[in-house]
């Protein structure tokens, strides 16, 4: 029997996003495991409606119970903000998700009580970053704004591209408009854009990439619960997902900044 120290940490995203969640925690978890679920036939779910969110994040976590992991991290901002206490409901293997994250930093952050948060329609539509902001910090004004195309963009791979540049000028006036002092990227390709983003806002404001934050909270967690994977040697890494696009390998690597391991395939 594996001890459960050695087991993987499971982090899932409804696609390849979540990789800027892996690569952050590659970097302050080094001796883990991770097996990485992205749901790229189903992809993009910030469209969709809840209840299919909810069914099929259920479905990912039972996949991944079954491959027994010690913690799981919801690495995508539209999962977590329809469906994280569904997934939490589910099992006792400990839960960690992005937003949590966000909003410990932003909460943290921010001098004025102003903050924009941007994502996907919907999580903006459910509302879950301003109440676990609200939550933390009463008096705060949230500004939020979905901004829908820049998916697509990040993963044409138009980072710092003039009509990248030009939409977000148009999706972040709102919030310049509203003096905020911190900005959430609320969703799994933002931190690609964010040497970009912090130029269209200025340096005045303080970006906030929670990828970082979730990955220094299950360092913290596993410490804990005393379930860090004690052998320094190269870790296994796992990357399953359930297709395989066109330049599925070219978009990911972005994502992670290294090179992927092999990628296996489920149908369901
Ligand atoms: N992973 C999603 C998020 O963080 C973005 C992609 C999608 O819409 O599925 O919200």
Redesign the pocket.
Known sequence: MTARSALPIGVF???I??LTVVRALQQQLPYERILYFGDTAR?????KSSDTIRQYSLQIVDFLLEQQVKLLIVA???MAAVAAEAIRARTTVPVLDVIEAGVEVAAATTRTGRIGVI??LT?ISSGAYEQGVRRRHAKSQIVSQACPMF?PLVEEGWLDHPVTRLTAREYLAPLLAADVDTLVLG???YPLLQPMLQDVVGPAVTLVDSAETTASRARALLTDLGLLNPAAIDPLHRVVVTDVPQRFRAIGERFLGKPLPEIELVQW
């Open positions: 995203d409804s696609g996003g979540g992809v993009p779910y910030g469209v995508c901002n539209t994502g996907t999580t998916v969703c799994t390709h």
